[in-house]
């Protein structure tokens, strides 16, 4: 084929080359046919979608106070409407997505943004509207079986009728959102793309240092390139240290603001209330992790003796302790994989996970302008297909599929088990669904390996998926809850003060054998999670939940997994605690918490047994 040279390889493919998007065999690419069927009807849906859009206005001027049947008819149009921008917008999407240089998958997405913007514009009456019913007439409303559809949404969405302004107030609140993008925005632009890291020397010849390649280096074997590449990265951070610390504190400023605008205890009130999320877990969770940090302080004295050094610094702590075992697997075999690990979830999972895995969800391999990394796009419609760069010799790739077949199959039971209207789950539980499926990889391909070196590998593969989602997630919450405290108390969130907090978590959680740089804290102003506060710790409840539930599943029986299934049926239906409480873990006490940190601490003693370390 032209552009590429291609060869069947056990089931999957070799290329030469990166292929042009052209050239990749239809059997490797999603089919995007249950959302349109193609480019041309597409078109159509985009013209429709247009049409529809003056609709709004029609059920604005007739209004939905005092009128069951005129509300009803309006939720049905305003519901219409979601589900035709929700296709046209994933399919427009995802093309970009395939071939990010393809101007025309460009052109058809800023069509759709500006069609998508013209009726958001038009239908921005309707939520203020419902807050401003009186309670009676939408208790009457919900009463009515002809609403049963739209009670959950109406629910949620009258919880915030306390934090509610006026329509005035709220019209100049949206025209302030544009410019409180600012700070993130120029974080950004100065880290991404105004700063100059330059080059590093390595053994293979002098490499670009970026904000995307750091990670790489410091995964490097070779000590004296690691320390190389981290001064020359963080000396950029320092030297603009004050404008960083700057827009950071403002920031902070801006959650503060907004907190007391919208009548919120907190900034942190702020961002939980939408979950109906307790304070009291996010103060469990750091409460937990902090308890369990000499299980942490214990695995970075493993690390220490393991590679053999007098002192452990910064730079040391990313570099595998393993080699990652040489096995190849084509991606036909991962879906075997795959199968064989998740058959506790019974015969629908997996064979429905299964035949889309192969019949069409999966864009598998990489191709030039395609976009790097993977997700799962879940829709009402659609399939919930997934991105992928799959390659056969990376093991990684392997529970990164599972990872997006997780979040895939929380998509499709979500949306085959209730309306539109409430179908779509939160970030707390999606991260539930993924993990899960590659604890289970994990345990099968544990377990059926019989290679020390390869369990080695394994085992420590999964100590840092752990340290980084559980542990580090949690320090960063720990960040940003003291930085906004500090703030909300009047006091001056200055480059130093934000250096000295975010040290001090530096030593907490590294313990006494980490020497830390005069440098290391920059770090936290590098963080661009910090621009989107309070939602991190969501990866490490969103993991503690998923240890509890895969050990209760793989441990169990039929109870157990159909549990599991009616958490990932309940979509939207529920606020994520009460959801995962359908599963079997109460994640409003530490107990999950607990548990995920005491099999880190076991982790760490069979990595040392198959190590032959002693830790004293």
């Known amino acids: 084929m032209a552009g590429a040279l291609w060869a069947i390889h056990r089931g999957g493919y070799m290329s030469a080359s990166i292929p042009e998007r052209k050239d990749v065999p239809s059997e490797y690419k999603w089919n995007l046919s249950s959302l349109f069927p193609s480019d041309e009807a597409w078109e159509e849906g985009l013209a429709k979608l247009q049409a529809v859009v003056p609709q709004a206005a029609q059920y604005q001027n007739n209004g939905i106070a005092g009128s069951p049947k005129g509300f009803l008819d309006a939720l049905r149009a305003y519901e219409a409407y979601l589900q035709l921008e929700e296709r046209t917008g994933y399919y427009a999407h995802l093309r970009v997505t395939e071939d990010e240089g393809s101007s025309k998958a460009r052109g058809m997405f800023a069509r759709f943004m500006g069609a998508a913007s013209q009726g958001q514009a038009a239908w921005s009456w309707l939520n203020p509207a419902i807050q401003a019913l009186d309670d009676a007439f ?35 609140l949206a025209l302030q959102m544009e410019p409180a993008q600012t700070a993130q925005e120029a974080f950004s632009v100065l880290t991404n793309v105004d700063m100059d890291f330059g080059t590093v020397e390595t053994p293979e010849g002098p490499k670009p240092l970026t904000q995307s390649t750091f990670a790489s280096f410091m995964r490097m074997p070779d000590r004296e390139t690691r320390k190389t590449a981290y001064f020359q990265f963080y000396r950029q951070f320092e030297q603009h240290r004050n404008t960083i610390g700057t827009l950071y504190a403002g920031s902070v400023k801006q959650d503060k603001y907004l907190a007391q605008v919208k009548r919120y205890k907190s900034a942190r009130h702020m961002a939980l209330f939408p979950d109906d999320v307790p304070e009291a877990v996010y103060d469990n969770l750091v409460a937990a992790v902090n308890a369990n940090l000499p299980a942490l302080h214990r695995y970075y004295r493993l690390r220490k003796k393991l590679l053999s ?135 099968w391909l544990y377990g059926k390996s019989n290679d020390m070196n390869e369990k080695a590998s394994l085992l420590a593969n999964r100590i840092d998926d752990t340290l980084a989602t559980l542990f580090r997630q949690t320090m960063f919450a720990e960040f940003e809850h003291r930085t906004h405290a500090l703030a909300e108390a009047g006091e001056a969130l200055t480059v130093d003060v934000l250096r000295k907090e ?11 054998d980490m020497v830390l740089e005069d440098l290391s804290d920059l770090e936290g102003l590098r963080i661009p999670h910090f621009y989107n506060a309070f939602y991190v710790y969501k990866y490490a409840t969103g993991l503690s939940a998923s240890i509890a539930l895969s050990e209760r599943v793989m441990h169990g029986g039929k109870e157990e997994r159909d549990a599991y299934l009616r958490f990932l049926k309940s979509g939207g239906s529920r606020f994520p605690i009460e959801a995962l409480k359908l599963a079997g873990v109460d994640m409003s006490t530490p107990q999950p918490v607990q548990a995920a940190c005491d099999r880190f601490a076991r982790d760490v003693e069979e990595l040392a047994r198959l190590m032959k370390v002693e830790l004293e």
């Open 502 to 512: 975010y040290r001090s978590l530096l030593e907490k959680y590294f313990g006494p």
């Open 138 to 172: 939408v208790e009457a409303c919900l009463a009515d079986p002809a609403f049963a559809d739209y009670a959950v949404f109406l629910k949620k969405l009258r919880r915030f009728k306390p934090h509610t302004l006026s329509e005035a107030e709220e019209r100049l």
């Open 309 to 443: 050094l007098s002192d452990l610094r910064h730079y040391d702590v990313y570099v595998p302790l393993v080699p990652e075992a040489k096995v190849r697997h084509t991606y036909e075999e991962a879906v075997d994989i795959i199968t064989e690990a998740l058959k506790p979830l019974g015969e629908e999972y997996t064979t429905t996970l299964r035949k889309g895995l192969l019949g069409g969800w999966v864009d598998r391999y990489e191709n030039k302008g395609k976009r790097s990394g993977a997700f799962s796009a879940g829709s009402y419609a659609g399939d919930p297909y997934i991105l992928l760069n799959y390659k056969d010799d990376v093991l990684r790739d392997v529970f990164t599929l599972a990872h997006e077949g997780g979040h895939s199959m929380h998509s499709w039971y979500s949306a085959a088990s209730n309306p539109f209207m409430c179908y779509g789950y939160t970030i707390f539980e999606a991260e539930v669904a993924s993990t899960f499926n590659e604890q289970l990889v994990f345990s």
